[in-house]
């Protein structure tokens, strides 16, 4: 494997690991944002990130970035959440329908794959800017520190 490719690929798993845990949490809510309180994001945020770079020297200015990025990643997200939901309730409406249509089954999954797509690859926008707001050595304490906490897995 080529070493661009490595440290693309230790940037995605890096910043996938921070994105997940910090937004976490907030995805577990779905679609309720009554009860969503912006300021207790952040603040909910800013815990996540330090404490996954806890065990590297990253600065509070590269925090702040990942944080930024992990926000923005997220906020984007959102946005396919919505379409999933609408997807799924048009999917269980035309199975539910008289007569069922294929080329409308076949629409809504086409259109579902689309959001998995942009999805992913907004996520993976994410981990790879994330990634690179840190030095190779701050990558390489990260996973270090990550394999102590949850073991390697294989």
Known sequence: MAKLDMKTMIAALLAGSLAVGAGGTAFARG??????????????????????????DATAEQKAKVREIVQAAFKDMKA?????????????????????????????RTAQMKIADD??????????DAGNVLSASQRQAFFKSWDERFGKRG
């Open 80 to 108: 396919f959440r919505d379409q999933r939901v609408e997807n799924r309730k048009a999917m269980e409406a035309a199975m539910q329908a008289p007569t069922i249509d294929p080329a409308k089954i076949e629409q809504i």
């Open 31 to 56: 679609g309720d944002t009554a009860g969503y309180d912006p300021a207790k994001f952040q603040q909910h945020l800013e815990k996540r990130v330090d404490k996954a770079l806890s065990g590297t």
């Open 119 to 128: 999805t992913s690859k907004r996520f993976t926008k994410a981990m790879v």
